[in-house]
């Protein structure tokens, strides 16, 4: 009877229950085997993505985003015109020099809004330029072009760059400039050494070895002829690499007569230099701190030079001015171009 009574009720147990279960998890395992063949195909896509990127950091999209910074070396382009194609600095100022365009500012503004700038410079001369930059390099070697250039300042340039193209880059001598008298200090204003160059001997191919190449910090000065003709004899001691007899042109400050000097030694304190004027005659002496020069605190401290001073560099500082005049104005005679050392 039991066996007789399950016979009946068992096909409509399978009907009710066993195949709406089994479909239940059948569709379950349908539904995760599709779920993990689509994440399988998407592994698959993210590592084939990830095989083929490659960052192109000379596109447009790159180029559009960028900001122009001081120092940066660009290389711009006009198509179809040989004769507009140049590498450009950025200068301190912000700006570029670009041929028919002029200056033009291009610190702070990205490739695409240089490229216009440019194309509105040009389209007084061509019809419809094709501008093209492209980023070379960042930065550069910092140099000073100072006196009778025409346009003095602060310059980056690039490569190995000599003191003929650095004054280029300052758009050369002004009419007045005496290239036979240039200065170059090097080895920045905490510790110079000075260079005398005679460019002209460069500019006639007599001696190219006076148009040598600038280093980071080169301060380049072009005196004019006034100041060849206006010579000033000084007297630089103490604790310089060369102490003698030195003849300055007009203008020159005390910085630039220890740069003659070859620059401060180890032993120095350029906040206690003592600066004697007026000769044996009637001398006045004066303690300058030249590190307020150097940090800009008080450049008045880094004073001109005239004919006769007397430039000491001590090796501690100098608490009693009158005393030292005392002591050293006695032991320097000087004749011609020699100088008697100081006695200790």
Same mark, same amino acid.
């Given at each position: 009877?039991?066996?007789?009574?399950?016979?009946k009720?068992?096909?409509?147990?399978?009907?009710?229950?066993?195949?709406?279960?089994?479909g239940a998890?059948v569709?379950?395992?349908?539904?995760?085997?599709?779920?993990?063949?689509?994440?399988?195909?998407?592994?698959?896509?993210?590592?084939?993505?990830?095989?083929?990127?490659t960052?192109?950091?000379?596109?447009e999209?790159?180029?559009?985003?960028?900001?122009?910074q001081?120092?940066?070396?660009l290389?711009?382009?006009?198509?179809?015109?040989?004769?507009?194609?140049?590498?450009?600095v950025v200068?301190?100022?912000?700006?570029?020099?670009?041929?028919?365009?002029?200056?033009?500012?291009?610190?702070?503004?990205?490739?695409?809004?240089?490229?216009?700038?440019?194309?509105?410079?040009?389209?007084?001369y061509?019809?419809?330029?094709?501008?093209?930059?492209?980023?070379?390099?960042?930065?550069?070697?910092?140099?000073?072009?100072?006196?009778a250039v025409?346009?003095?300042? +602060? &310059?980056? %340039?690039t490569?190995?760059?000599? *003191?003929? /193209? =650095?004054?280029? !880059? @300052?758009?050369? $001598? #002004?009419?007045?400039?005496?290239?036979?008298?240039?200065?170059l200090i090097r080895?920045?204003q905490?510790?110079?050494?000075?260079?005398?160059?005679?460019?002209?001997?460069?500019?006639?191919?007599s001696d190219?070895?006076?148009?040598?190449?600038v280093?980071?910090?080169?301060?380049i000065?072009?005196?004019?002829?006034?100041?060849?003709l206006?010579?000033?004899?000084?007297?630089?001691?103490?604790?310089?690499r060369?102490p003698g +007899? &030195?003849? %300055?042109?007009?203008?020159?400050? *005390?910085l /630039? =007569?220890?740069? !003659? @000097?070859?620059? $401060? #030694?180890?032993?120095?304190?350029?906040?206690?230099v003592?600066?004697?004027r007026?000769?044996?005659?009637?001398?006045e002496?004066k303690r300058?701190?030249?590190?307020?020069?150097?940090?800009?605190?008080?450049?008045?401290?880094?004073?001109e030079?005239?004919?006769?001073d007397?430039?000491?560099v001590?090796?501690?500082?100098?608490?009693?001015?009158n005393?030292?005049?005392?002591?050293?104005?006695?032991?320097?005679?000087?004749?011609?171009?020699? %100088?008697?050392?100081?006695?200790?």
């Amino acid at each position: 009877m039991k066996y007789t009574l399950l016979n009946k009720l068992l096909p409509s147990l399978i009907r009710g229950i066993l195949i709406p279960v089994m479909g239940a998890c059948v569709l379950v395992l349908l539904t995760q085997g599709s779920a993990f063949n689509a994440h399988s195909a998407a592994i698959n896509k993210i590592n084939t993505a990830e095989d083929n990127f490659t960052v192109d950091t000379h596109s447009e999209h790159n180029s559009r985003e960028y900001i122009i910074q001081e120092g940066d070396v660009l290389f711009i382009s006009v198509w179809l015109e040989e004769d507009l194609r140049e590498e450009v600095v950025v200068r301190p100022d912000g700006r570029i020099s670009f041929p028919l365009a002029g200056d033009i500012r291009a610190s702070g503004l990205t490739f695409a809004e240089l490229k216009e700038r440019i194309k509105t410079r040009l389209t007084d001369y061509i019809k419809h330029p094709e501008v093209s930059i492209s980023f070379r390099k960042s930065g550069g070697k910092k140099v000073v072009v100072m006196g009778a250039v025409k346009h003095p300042g +602060v &310059y980056f %340039v690039t490569g190995e760059n000599t *003191v003929m /193209e =650095a004054i280029a !880059s @300052a758009q050369g $001598f #002004t009419d007045t400039a005496s290239p036979s008298g240039v200065t170059l200090i090097r080895e920045g204003q905490q510790n110079p050494t000075g260079l005398k160059l005679d460019l002209s001997k460069a500019i006639d191919k007599s001696d190219l070895g006076q148009n040598i190449r600038v280093q980071a910090e080169d301060i380049i000065y072009i005196p004019t002829t006034s100041e060849m003709l206006d010579r000033r004899k000084v007297i630089v001691l103490g604790e310089v690499r060369t102490p003698g +007899v &030195y003849y %300055v042109t007009g203008g020159k400050s *005390v910085l /630039e =007569a220890i740069a !003659s @000097a070859n620059g $401060f #030694t180890d032993d120095s304190v350029p906040s206690s230099v003592m600066l004697i004027r007026g000769g044996k005659e009637n001398p006045e002496g004066k303690r300058i701190n030249l590190n307020d020069a150097f940090k800009g605190r008080d450049v008045s401290q880094n004073v001109e030079i005239l004919t006769e001073d007397i430039v000491y560099v001590p090796k501690k500082f100098i608490a009693d001015v009158n005393y030292f005049m005392s002591q050293i104005l006695g032991p320097i005679t000087s004749g011609g171009t020699t %100088v008697k050392t100081l006695s200790k």
